[in-house]
């Protein structure tokens, strides 16, 4: 009889053990899945009575009044019928001369986003003809842009600095594919729910390929304002790399820093919207010390600006490893400093 009611615990023990070996690892499991998909959380809407709504391509319930009108697309929300999660969808701005444009910028900002899987970057969901009009359909993203923060004193120089490192892993991750933005600057970041960063707006990028084939008088989009945030060689028309996005993440720390426009700053210091000389980047340097900002960022910003991008930092790992380094700025700029 022991012997039976022993083999009969055994039993019992080794279903238990099995059951609760099956139990952890479905969580194991799911756990893992939430990891590998932070970026895909549901947001649910619910459309105002007030509100006007169309179906276009069957699955989306598109939302009237537009959300926001750009100046090359019209942002529309929506509603994914299937899943009742709200998305944007981008058509092109219509009714000027640059219809046709504006169509193929926003279809290059599809086939670019398309390709795209990075955390800091928006999310491309699907795109379609719809009545002859093409429709980009991408992430919701329930937050705010950095220049919509309204913020009333200056950021943390840890803060700026946390965010800006997630921005040039971004940055990274575009130019290594081949693609500048050609348009970084606050109200192209936008700050979410969750704390993160992500870069929005592509509809202004180019391949970094077909930079050298581009002639300004075809391209509309080789002059590239952004009043206080103008970027040398944008506002100019001139050949564009990499380094003009560097340029414009860094006159975005400085503004969430001081709360001024970068090119307001220079303006007063020295009648110019940006440093030509490594002099005149460690006067930069100098108004943004005296501001409460240390030598290193200051000095690292200061030399992101530098009008003539052959003095800017390379690559988007070199200015990250340059803000992250106990010195934070390049030998030249070093010497300029020490010899003032």
Avoid at 219 to 247: A, M
Wanted: hydrophobic residues 40%; positive net charge; proline residues 4%.
């Amino acid at each position: 009889m022991w012997g039976v009611n022993y083999s009969l615990h055994l039993m019992i023990a080794v279903y238990a053990a099995l059951a609760i070996g099956i139990v952890v690892l479905l969580e194991i499991y799911r756990r893992k899945r939430a990891r590998s998909r932070p970026n895909q959380v549901k947001t649910l809407v619910t459309v105002p009575d007030t509100a006007k709504t169309k179906i276009v391509n069957v699955h989306y319930e598109l939302i009237s009044p537009p959300y926001k009108r750009g100046g090359i697309s019209t942002i529309w929300r929506a509603v994914d019928r299937r899943t009742g999660e709200i998305c944007i969808i981008k058509t092109p701005r219509r009714g000027t001369q640059m219809d046709n444009v504006y169509l193929n910028k926003l279809i290059l900002e599809a086939r670019y986003l398309k390709r795209f899987k990075h955390p800091g970057i928006v999310r491309y969901i699907d795109e379609f003809y719809y009545k002859g009009e093409f429709h980009l359909v991408i992430e919701y993203l329930e937050g705010e842009t950095l220049m919509a923060l309204s913020l009333r004193s200056p950021l943390k120089e840890h803060q700026v600095i946390v965010w800006a490192c997630q921005l040039l892993d971004a940055l990274a991750y575009i130019h290594a594919a081949g693609v500048v933005h050609r348009d970084i600057n606050p109200k192209n970041i936008m700050l979410c729910g969750n704390g993160t960063l992500k870069l929005i707006d592509f509809n202004t990028a180019t391949s970094l390929n077909d930079i050298a084939k581009i002639k300004v008088s075809h391209d509309p989009f080789t002059q590239i304002t952004n009043k206080g945030f103008d970027i040398p060689e944008l506002l100019s028309g001139g050949k564009v790399d990499q380094r003009c996005d560097l340029c414009g993440l860094a006159q975005t720390c400085i503004y969430l820093l001081t709360l001024e426009h970068p090119n307001q700053v220079c303006l007063r210091l020295f009648q110019s919207s940006w440093p030509r000389s490594y002099s005149e980047a460690a006067s930069v340097a100098d108004y943004l010390v005296a501001a409460g900002i240390s030598k290193r960022t200051a000095r690292c910003l200061a030399q992101a600006i530098l009008f003539s991008p052959d003095n800017r930092f390379a690559n988007a790992q070199a200015m990250k490893a340059a803000l992250l380094s106990a010195s934070g700025y390049l030998e030249k700029m070093v010497e300029a400093v020490s010899t003032r």
